[in-house]
């Protein structure tokens, strides 16, 4: 297995350029200089070769430069390159009607389109304090929501995020987000984890804090992204719709990682037998263009004319790569992260078993986390080596990002196939085996 010097001299040259004129703020996994990509496949400037198994953060859907994209991309730039929100474009019609047909609700859907992720948690936020007439939420421990300033109020996964920000935007309450691996209530009998933390909601929360009335939203990723890739116990969704239902409180589903087809379902909230009334969207929808969405119950979106608007959302050619993107994603990727993500689950609770500092694999689709930590028994977590091995794969020519204090996010294009997964799990476990050694974590008897 190849081992690359990295950075090589090219690279070196950009990233002292770069830290000359681009903000500080910007947090690099390690020198990696991007100079083009196939797929799963990219290079370097130096010529070295990779596989990606981050995908840009769970954005590059189709793979890197997809023909189709890449084509719908030339066509409409030759057209025209932007009209703003305060006119009318076809693709953006377009992708209106696709999202409503792919909303994770039975009702008519209406669209808000964003730029990114984060733009579609503030709509989502403006649009709940507006239809309801509240002003309070409740989201999640771990959480990742974004950095500007409304969703960063409920992004709880790092201090470093909030240091030096405050005040914050006022009015959200943070509960435990159901982590099966690591509980921090006591269960009653016959109830699920999930069931539990909704039962903190109620008794503790709107028990003892907030009352239900003035709450507008309840913010939750399906599956937690930032935070560590967990995914919640079957009971926790249909509870918390419940609970939501009775104090009418709506209900927003973060899907910008989880969502457009990574778990094998458009939405990951669909594996769990529950409609939001919110859906906020971005990453992966348009393979790699800036573009982002809410996607809302037409019942709901009462905000006026006016009242909510940007310059660049619904840029057209951002729609013209999402219709591709979602055309892909429904002809080849959704069955395709179902295949090889199942298949990736078992190989990789096939190395679990092998090494001592595996803690948990957890995933669904092409969603999967690889906990780590310093001996099973314990859980206790082992953040150094997590990204000893990042760095061990990086060096031998695989890409991959950390989440949570001890996670490895397996997040690929949904394009990859299961050659392609083979090759990039033989690196990570070479990795892992490397940096067992350094860390001198062993099986305990």
Same mark, same amino acid.
Request: glycine share 10%; net charge negative; aromatic share 8%.
């Given at each position: ?8 001299p ?8 770069? =830290?000359?004129?681009? #903000?500080?703020?910007?947090? &690099?996994?390690? *020198?990696f200089v991007?100079d ?8 370097? /400037?130096?010529g ?9 953060? @769970? /954005? ?9 994209? /890449? %084509? @719908?991309?030339?066509e409409?730039?030759?057209?025209f390159?932007h ?12 992708l209106?009607e696709?999202?409503d ?8 859907a209406? =669209?808000?389109m964003?730029?990114?992720g984060?733009? #579609?948690?503030e ?41 030096g920000?405050y ?5 959200v309450?943070?509960?435990?987000? *159901? ?8 269960? &009653? ?9 909704? &039962? ?16 507008a ?11 560590g890739y967990?995914i919640?116990? *079957?009971?926790?969704?249909p ?17 910008v %990682? ?20 919110? !859906?906020?969207v ?14 809302a ?24 790569a999402a ?7 429904r ?5 395709n ?13 096939e ?7 595996v ?11 690889v906990?780590? !930590?310093?001996?099973? %028994? ?8 997590m990204e000893?091995? !990042?760095? &061990? ?6 890409? =991959?990002?950390?989440c949570?204090?001890?996670t490895?996010?397996?997040s690929p ?22 940096s067992?050694?350094?860390?001198q974590?062993?099986?305990v008897?």
């Amino acid at each position: 297995m190849q081992i690359y010097d990295l950075p090589g001299p090219k690279a070196k040259a950009i990233i002292e350029r770069d =830290s000359a004129v681009i #903000s500080p703020s910007y947090a &690099r996994a390690y *020198p990696f200089v991007m100079d083009h990509g196939k797929g799963t496949d990219v290079w370097d /400037v130096d010529g070295n070769h990779f596989l990606d198994f981050a995908a840009g953060i @769970a /954005v590059t859907a189709t793979g890197h430069s997809h023909p189709k994209v /890449v %084509q @719908a991309i030339k066509e409409q730039s030759e057209k025209f390159l932007h009209i703003s929100a305060d006119f009318y474009h076809e693709n953006w019609v377009d992708l209106g009607e696709r999202l409503d047909q792919i909303a994770p609700f039975k009702e008519d859907a209406v =669209s808000f389109m964003t730029n990114s992720g984060t733009e #579609s948690v503030e709509a989502a936020i403006k649009l709940a304090r507006y239809h309801t007439g509240a002003s309070q939420f409740i989201g999640f421990l771990g959480a990742f929501h974004g950095r500007t300033l409304g969703s960063l109020s409920f992004t709880a996964s790092k201090p470093l995020y909030h240091e030096g920000f405050y005040p914050l935007m006022n009015g959200v309450v943070h509960v435990p987000y *159901p982590d099966p691996y690591r509980p921090v209530f006591n269960q &009653r009998p016959g109830e699920d984890y999930g069931e539990t933390v909704v &039962r903190y909601i109620e008794d503790q929360v709107l028990g003892k804090l907030l009352p239900a009335e003035d709450v507008a939203g309840l913010l939750v990723e399906s599956i937690q992204g930032e935070g560590g890739y967990i995914i919640p116990p *079957p009971g926790f969704y249909p509870a918390l719709r419940d609970l939501c239902d009775r104090h009418d409180i709506l209900l927003i589903a973060d899907e910008v %990682q989880s969502g457009m087809g990574r778990t094998g379902k458009w939405w990951a909230i669909e594996h769990f037998g529950i409609e939001p009334d919110i !859906v906020c969207v971005g990453k992966g929808v348009a393979s790699g263009i800036p573009l982002g969405a809410i996607i809302a119950r037409k019942s709901i979106v009462t905000w006026p004319l006016g009242s909510h608007g940007n310059t660049f959302g619904g840029n057209p050619i951002a729609c013209a790569a999402a219709l591709a993107t979602l055309d892909l994603i429904r002809d080849e990727y959704l069955q395709n992260a179902q295949d090889v993500g199942a298949y990736a689950l078992d190989a990789l609770n096939e190395i679990a078993a092998r090494h001592p500092s595996v803690g948990q694999v957890r995933g669904i689709g092409l969603m999967i986390g690889v906990e780590f !930590v310093k001996n099973k %028994q314990s859980k206790e977590p082992a953040h150094d080596l997590m990204e000893r091995i !990042v760095q &061990r794969a990086f060096e031998r020519g695989l890409l =991959s990002l950390g989440c949570g204090k001890n996670t490895i996010r397996i997040s690929p294009p949904l394009s990859i196939t299961k050659s392609e997964m083979d090759t990039g799990l033989e690196i990570l476990e070479e990795s892992i085996t490397l940096s067992e050694k350094e860390f001198q974590i062993t099986h305990v008897a």
